[in-house]
């Protein structure tokens, strides 16, 4: 017999997951199948048999299979610092301090370079990460309207006498909407107000900029950059996440962010797969080609069926539905017909937003994506055929 708090509790848990129900925002866990368009794997560097041989090897020859502890304990290698110095020269930067995920770069970043009597200025779009290493830090935050520069520098203009370090916070490539900060003009206000700027590269690295080195990639007003941060997880099929700067940077980082003090390391043999994707992404100019053309392609489709998809530029391409039922339904739709889509509800994006979210990958074909927008608008069409059917019966 469960106790009396037990039989409360799940009574109140039972009732939470209830209300999500009503309001349609449930999320469950499910394997996908069909053509894949939620995956972050833009390259397709998730099923190469280089990184495959890579790690295999590099398990065969590790001495552990396992980190043992935190790195400041047991769990440091020479791999990783190999691997440390190696993304640093990727990314144009002094030096990379290694995190076991790109949630714990942000959060451990943040929190460690802001405090009470600092302010942060943060895009209204910034993934979730971001928010959470804001509320860490204890920083007062001041939010914008996404990529309003207008009301950003409104916000550091008010604030710029006031004593404490001032810190812009952006994503490069927004995770939800597709599209691009200007980060020039970003860059430029932040010199003009004497603010430093802190970028998260996730869905740029290896996939924008030179060689995919990121949004942030030979800027010629780069001096007020404090930190990237470039995951592993999404165009380098690894896992993981690296802040980048100065030399400085890192070592306050070792001995200030909890979420790397605290953290037990990863295998050392993770670092040669991360090494051979980073290896191959380099050299995959061709790949990222097709990958914007095939993005703009179906972004174009999209649009001249009057399909709103935000402001994209990129290969995350939004399908904004408005209701979360109908997201949900066009969701169902495209899976009977062989496309494993997922609906995002809010609170992911904003109430009144709902969307499907089409994340593009060279693996997928051009007759895949051809046959989506045309299952897409039969979906529409099937929607305008409902409802005037409603209308018709309510008008007998």
């Known amino acids: 017999m469960p106790s009396e708090f037990q039989h409360k509790f799940q009574g109140e848990l039972q009732s939470g997951l209830r209300e999500l129900e009503a309001r349609q925002q449930r999320r469950t866990l499910a394997e996908i199948a069909g053509v894949n368009l939620c995956s972050n794997d833009y390259l397709g560097l998730a099923r ?28 440091n290698a020479a791999a990783w610092d190999e691997l440390e110095n190696e993304f640093a020269e990727f990314a144009g930067c002094e030096a990379a301090l290694y995190f076991g995920s790109g949630y714990a770069a942000n ?19 910034n993934h979730a990460s971001i928010i959470d290493g804001i509320r860490l830090s204890g920083a007062r935050k001041f939010i914008y309207s996404h990529v309003d520069l207008g009301m950003l520098e409104s916000s550091l203009r008010r604030h710029q006498s006031e004593p404490g370090r001032k810190l812009i916070v ?8 597709g599209d691009v900060v200007p980060l020039r003009e ?74 790397f003090i605290f953290t037990t390391a990863l295998p050392p043999y993770m670092a ?55 997201a949900l339904c066009a969701a169902e739709f495209l899976q009977q017909r062989g496309f494993a889509v997922r609906a995002i509800r809010p609170p992911t994006v904003a109430a009144g937003t709902a969307r499907l979210r089409f994340s593009l990958t060279t693996s997928i074909a051009n007759c895949d994506l051809d046959r989506l927008a ?23």
């Open 170 to 177: 952006t994503e490069t490539v927004f995770s939800m909407d």
């Open 272 to 326: 040669a797969q991360i090494s051979a994707a980073l290896r191959l992404a380099q050299g995959m100019d061709d790949q990222r080609t097709l990958l914007r053309q095939n993005s703009q392609r179906l972004c174009a489709t999209l649009r001249a069926h009057s399909l709103d998809t935000a402001k994209s530029t990129t290969q995350i391409i939004p399908v904004v539905l408005g209701a979360n039922e109908e």
């Open 48 to 75: 190469h048999p280089a990184i495959r041989e890579a790690l295999v090897a590099a398990v065969s020859d590790a001495s552990r299979t396992a980190g043992t502890g935190s790195r400041l304990l047991s769990g």
């Open 107 to 125: 959060t451990g970043l943040l929190a460690s370079l802001a405090g009470r009597d600092d302010l942060i200025f943060s895009d209204a779009l």
């Open 186 to 259: 970003v860059l430029w206000l932040a010199e003009r107000y004497g603010a430093g700027v802190i970028l998260d590269e996730a869905h740029a690295t290896a996939v924008h900029g030179p060689g995919g080195r990121g949004i942030s990639a030979n800027l010629d007003n780069a001096e007020n950059i404090v930190a990237t941060v470039h995951t592993c997880g999404k165009a380098l099929a690894s896992a993981g996440a690296f802040v980048c700067g100065s030399e400085l940077l890192k070592q306050h980082l070792i001995n200030d962010a909890r979420s």
């Open 374 to 396: 045309e299952s897409l608008q039969l979906w529409r069409n099937s929607q305008h055929r409902s409802i005037a059917a409603g209308v018709r019966v309510a008008a007998l």
